[in-house]
């Protein structure tokens, strides 16, 4: 089974394991029957992705996960901006649907593997493990999004485009012919219309106006909803007091919002809430890398128990962020920062 999201990569994906005489069904999880103009999953992207595998010559089906998408990731994406915390959609996406959902789906009607457009690659060692890896293509990795994988998942998956660059997969889906292959890449969240996140938060949740403090205390500014902050922003804060001033903190009992200087939001630990490993848990001592944006820098740490202590200060992640925990190219795990 390859899941089919109308996007470039996903195309190929299907058309790399078609090309090496597997026997391949496409499917489109049609996910999200609100409004929206941005993201996947949209009624044009279910059209590209049927047209291409008519063109590959291989089955084609649309699921209909719309009542479990709004139930496994629209309302908890609700439910913790209302709470102060900055979730990750597309990971709860990949966890809850595609190898959740989709993939018990794939193992209930016989496949032997579900397999997806994600840049990241699968390896088996010698020892049975298998490790989820970065892609070749370092500007694409995809692996943080895939943090929550485990060997129950692992064993069962394939990211055919791991392998290539961008590049190469646009260049492979030209030659063959693709109706794909210069399809820009969805980079929306794709139930929230583009630049509508806090109407359609606060549409659902209400607007939580309060304060805007200091480091200190001092009220600052007023605020018109706590859903239009998140941790380490800077722009948009409705205060003027001189110096250049970050979101530090978000109470979501008291809608007040801190801000500082970017010193204030520099520590030297993150404490993580659903902590999970792709196989073994580093040990103490080990030395990891630390990747908290999709594509962000890493920091050098150790994972002591639920916290990470990294060896030079970083910014404050924002509660609800992915924190990645990688071995080298291998991402061995990770959590959502507190």
Known sequence: MVAMSGGVDSSVAAALLAEAGHDVTGVTLRLWGGVSDS????????????????????????????????????????????????????VACNREMKFGRLLDRARLLGFDALATGHHARV???????????????????????LVGLTQRELGDLRFPVGELTKAEVRARATAIGLRTADKPESMDVCFVARRDRVGFVEARMGARPGAV?????????????????????????????????????????????????????????????????????????????????????????????????????????????????YDGPELVGGGFAR
């Open 123 to 145: 390896r088996r060692g010698d020892d049975g493990v298998v490790r989820l890896l970065r892609a070749v293509d370092p500007g694409k990795d995809q692996s943080y999004v």
């Open 39 to 90: 993201g996947c999953c949209s009624v044009g992207d279910v059209e590209d992705a049927r047209r291409v595998a008519a063109q590959l010559g291989v089955p084609h089906y649309v699921f209909d996960e719309a009542d479990e998408f709004t139930a496994r990731v629209v309302d908890p994406y609700v439910r913790a901006y209302d709470a102060g915390a900055t979730p990750n959609p597309c």
């Open 213 to 325: 403090v200091d480091v200190a205390g001092r009220e600052v500014g007023r605020h018109d909803g706590i859903a239009r902050f998140t941790v380490g922003q800077r722009r948009g804060l409705g205060v003027a007091v001189g110096e250049r001033q970050y979101v530090v903190d978000v109470d979501a009992r008291s809608h007040v919002v801190t801000v500082g200087p970017p010193e204030a939001l520099l520590r030297r630990e993150i404490a993580l809430d659903d902590v999970g490993f792709t196989h073994d848990r580093p040990a103490p001592d080990r030395l990891l890398g630390v990747q908290v944006r999709a594509h962000g820098s890493v920091t050098p740490a150790f994972l002591d128990g639920d916290v990470v202590r990294c060896l030079e200060p970083v910014a404050r992640v924002a509660p609800g962020q992915v924190v990645a925990l």
